[in-house]
């Protein structure tokens, strides 16, 4: 009878790049952000410096990453572009003599609504069922604690779809003399409370 060591393998190195903090929520990136530059500022206030691959320096670059992440969720594009075309743009400005104007670029929607006439063939009654369904769409969408640029777009898309159809319903149940046209930009709220007697 032979013994065999069996010595514990070594764990799997872990990458962390951009990839690594997808999987995160906004909610938890932002938190780990804020806590890596909280400890930075820490550190620099107590007058340690920060070296070159220190454990303040290491969170310093995790932050970065993490908010790149954050940004493309946000936007679509990469943060390193965006800042490098902003840097081109400044100093073309700079030598021109201009004001910069560094805009953020957004990605267009890929999703177009439904428009209004999509909805005319529908019952009351299913108008008010499918504006339901897509302010509940919208509210599914948004309601996580990081939506994606596709899930922002689709919660657009289904909020201009239910407002759409609203508004189909709303002509419909409109005076005669409105029938047909389109609903006016004339908001109407639920009375405040203290009109409520």
């Known amino acids: 009878m032979s013994k065999v060591i069996e010595f514990p393998q070594?764990?799997?190195?872990?990458?962390?790049?951009e990839e690594f903090f997808e999987k995160f929520a906004d909610a938890a990136l932002l938190m780990m952000c804020f806590e890596s530059v909280a400890d930075?500022?820490?550190?620099v206030g107590d007058g340690v410096k920060?070296?070159?691959r220190d454990e303040i320096h290491v969170k310093l670059i995790e932050a970065c990453m993490a908010l790149?992440?954050?940004?493309?969720?946000?936007?679509?594009?990469?943060?390193?572009?965006v800042s490098a075309d902003h840097l081109d743009e400044e100093?073309?400005?700079?030598?021109?003599g201009e004001v910069a104007r560094l805009l953020?670029?957004?990605?267009?929607?890929?999703?177009?609504?439904?428009?209004a006439s999509a909805f005319a063939s529908l019952s009351d009654h299913a108008l008010a069922q499918v504006s339901f369904n897509y302010a509940s769409r919208v509210s599914d969408h948004i309601k996580g604690n990081c939506p994606t640029v596709?899930?922002?777009d689709l919660a657009q898309t289904h909020s201009m779809d239910a407002m759409n159809a609203l508004s189909v319903l709303i002509s419909r149940l409109a005076p005669t003399a409105l029938q047909g046209k389109p609903v006016s930009a004339d908001k109407?709220?639920?009375?405040?409370?203290?009109?409520?007697?």
Not at 40 to 43: K, L
């Open 10 to 17: 070594a764990p799997e190195a872990v990458v962390v790049n």
């Open 40 to 43: 930075a500022v820490e550190v």
């Open 50 to 52: 920060i070296h070159d």
């Open 68 to 81: 790149a992440v954050l940004f493309r969720r946000r936007t679509g594009h990469d943060v390193q572009q």
């Open 91 to 96: 100093r073309r400005c700079l030598l021109a």
């Open 104 to 115: 953020i670029p957004i990605k267009a929607s890929p999703i177009n609504p439904l428009p």
């Open 150 to 152: 596709i899930e922002l």
């Open 188 to 197: 109407i709220s639920v009375p405040g409370p203290e009109t409520l007697q």
